[in-house]
């Protein structure tokens, strides 16, 4: 990108005769503008038109269908699969492992990566090398660390069987329970994205140096007062972006739960919402009723983000 | 040097004020095993499941199979690579990640930087809600959207085809917002005196604007390239075989190759599928870093 001659940048003041350019164009600028902003950002737009504004439209009139991926025609059915779900058995074991996994890992990656980031933000030998270590995982794909991850909780030979086995402690059976496996792939989940919340976490504890007084004038309370009192109220904006941030995230979860367990064991064991679109969708040939629980999903998830905005404008209005 | 590539900053330079106070708390004695006790925890909790990956990965089959487990291969053996790269067809499943992530990367990029030059240096009616609708696709997760894309893809005939996997995964929400943020950043008497030159709307962004915003492209490009060599649900619903496939597609058929999963090549698979992306992270994590938390600053 080095400067190529000036010819280009100075021409139009050396050249005298020439309608010296700038005036007519500027008159024609915003026409122009225009059109070159159509032009720019028109292929864009039409991709997220079409894939993911279109089909989340789509989506709500496929819930109201009995359509089954692969016939050409759907029926209206009217509320008849949202009853359904109301009244499916594994919805409620559903929402609960949803509940459940996505609790344990935004609330363990959040508090895990916060005190990680106040760790290695103080002089220690190494913490380079530490810092790495835990943001790697982040970069590999989901679907490698589940099958990785599958044979480091292998019941028989795996080993955390044989961590516990050298320190007497009999195994809980990862793969058959389903309560122990659910365990299973919210603790690959949260191995696999702490880097995140450990990263940003770092990074705006040390933007936060920026403004000493504050923290200066409470010299003196005890880390714990100062933890409270000054540390957390300063971090609120990166709290609240990373609150919003995982959680979505984490409620798409597809590639570790697929790889590792299928939605098993014992037929809902590790099933979450997302899961099960894709089971009823793909696996049981159930487009419509897919559908029907993908919208009662995007519901969900637009009733969370707009409290966690509502929430954070407010707690940024009293600052 | 690297504690400076990571953070961008060294507290060395500015021991004043909140920090210190911070070091007098934490700093004690009993403060500082404690916090080397805390790194060498979380050191191992990362390091020792990899170290088990890339071990199994050497042992001969029987060697996996043992209690108590060898922690290291008792016959250290390629084996486990030779059965990973022939039981599937592993280097087509390495080929199609890497023609789709290349391609996908390339689109992403392109319309990220044209989108957001669009969106932040030039003027035109309803700008700011063009903006809106483009940063609002953020909240639409993707698992929401495959069903109906599903269908229109197979409808199109392109299951099983380079385009059905790339297209529609190449609308670009999060890049937009990144670069317009960088974009806005340049200052406005240098874009003044550019046009005032008579650069024309491109030539600004080619020979001004961009030439600025290195840094900032280049962290969007890592995470782009990253993301699109994990992405997962699309071309794992979108593709059969190695036709497409990438590579969790192949892990995950070599998994279930025949009921019981024989762990040497599937961990020898796995490994040689975090390599590549493992290696652009140690390379390059000060600028990926750098991606993430300009997102989370300014969002």
Redesign the interface.
């Known amino acids: 990108m080095t400067a190529t001659p000036q010819s280009s940048s100075v021409a139009p003041r050396s050249g005298p005769p020439e309608p010296v350019g700038a005036p007519p164009k500027r008159s024609g600028r915003p026409y122009g503008e225009w059109l070159l902003a159509a032009l720019l950002l028109l292929p864009n737009l039409a991709l997220l038109v079409i894939f993911t504004y279109r089909p989340l439209a789509d989506n709500i009139r496929l819930s109201f269908t009995d359509w089954n991926i692969s016939a050409p025609v759907a029926h209206y059915i009217g509320f008849d699969n949202y009853k359904t779900w109301w009244h499916d058995p594994n919805a409620h074991e559903v929402l609960k492992n949803t509940l459940i996994f996505t609790v344990a890992t935004v609330g363990i990656s959040m508090a895990l990566g916060l005190a990680l980031a106040i760790l290695l933000d103080q002089q220690l030998r190494g913490r380079n090398l530490v810092r790495s270590a835990i943001f790697a995982p982040f970069v590999i794909s989901g679907a490698a660390v589940g099958i990785a991850f599958q044979f480091v909780f292998d019941p028989n030979f795996g080993m955390i069987r044989d961590l516990f086995d050298r320190v007497g402690i009999t195994v809980p059976d990862f793969y058959q329970r389903p309560g122990w496996a659910l365990f299973m792939v919210t603790a690959t989940y949260i191995w696999k994205n702490l880097g995140y919340t450990f990263v940003i976490y770092l990074a705006a504890l040390q933007g936060r140096r920026a403004d000493l007084d504050e923290a200066a004038e409470i010299d003196g309370a005890s880390a714990w007062r100062r933890f409270t009192k000054v540390l957390l109220p300063q971090l609120r904006p990166t709290t609240f972006f990373l609150s919003i941030t995982v959680l979505l995230n984490s409620v798409q979860v597809f590639d570790i739960i697929n790889v590792m367990t299928r939605g098993g064991p014992q037929g809902y064991g590790t099933t979450t919402l997302v899961y099960q679109v894709y089971r009823e969708t793909f696996v049981n040939s159930r487009a419509g009723y897919g559908a029907t629980i993908a919208t009662i999903m995007f519901l969900i998830l637009l009733v969370i983000t707009v409290v966690q905005v509502r929430v954070m404008d407010r707690g940024m209005r009293r600052d | 040097m690297?504690?400076n590539a990571?953070?961008?900053?060294d507290?060395n330079e500015?021991p004043?004020?909140?920090?210190q106070?911070?070091?007098a708390?934490?700093?004690g004695v009993g403060m500082?095993i404690a916090?080397?006790a805390?790194?060498v925890a979380?050191?191992l909790?990362?390091?020792?499941?990899l170290f088990?990956?890339v071990v199994?990965s050497f042992k001969e089959k029987p060697d996996?199979?043992?209690?108590?487990?060898q922690w290291w291969p008792a016959n250290p053996t390629t084996e486990g690579y030779k059965s990973a790269t022939t039981e599937i067809d592993f280097w087509a499943f390495f080929r199609n990640s890497v023609i789709i992530t290349v391609l996908l990367s390339i689109a992403k990029i392109v319309?990220?930087v044209?989108?957001a030059?669009?969106?932040s240096l030039?003027?035109?009616?309803g700008?700011n809600l063009?903006f809106l609708?483009?940063i609002a696709?953020l909240?639409?997760?993707?698992?929401?959207?495959?069903?109906?894309?599903?269908?229109?893809v197979s409808q199109l005939g392109w299951r099983n085809t380079y385009q059905g996997i790339i297209?529609?995964?190449?609308?670009?929400?999060f890049g937009?917002f990144l670069m317009r943020n960088q974009f806005l950043s340049v200052p406005g008497e240098i874009i003044e005196a550019?046009r005032?030159?008579?650069?024309g709307?491109?030539?600004l962004l080619w020979r001004v604007v961009?030439?600025m915003s290195w840094p900032t492209l280049i962290a969007f490009s890592i995470i782009t390239v990253?993301n699109e060599?994990?992405e997962?649900?699309w071309p794992?619903?979108m593709s059969d075989d190695s036709r497409v496939g990438t590579?969790?597609?192949g892990?995950?058929q070599l998994?279930n190759n025949d009921g019981i999963?024989n762990?040497g090549p599937?961990?020898a698979a796995?490994v040689l599928?975090?390599l590549p992306?493992?290696i652009?992270?140690?390379a390059l994590?000060r600028h990926?870093?750098k991606g993430?938390?300009a997102g989370?600053?300014k969002?």
């Open positions: 690297t504690d990571i953070t961008g900053f507290p500015k004043a004020g909140a920090h106070a911070e070091a708390s934490f700093g500082k916090g080397y805390g790194m979380i050191f909790l990362v390091a020792l499941p088990w990956i199994t996996i199979y043992t209690q108590p487990a319309l990220g044209i989108s030059y669009a969106l030039l003027r035109f009616p700008r063009v609708v483009v696709a909240m639409v997760p993707n698992q929401i959207t495959v069903i109906s894309n599903y269908a229109l297209i529609p995964l190449a609308g670009v929400a937009t550019a005032l030159d008579g650069a709307p491109l030539k961009l030439p990253v060599w994990n997962y649900l794992f619903l590579l969790p597609i892990l995950t998994q999963t762990w599937v961990m796995t599928a975090m992306v493992l652009v992270f140690l994590q990926m870093i993430l938390t989370a600053v969002g």
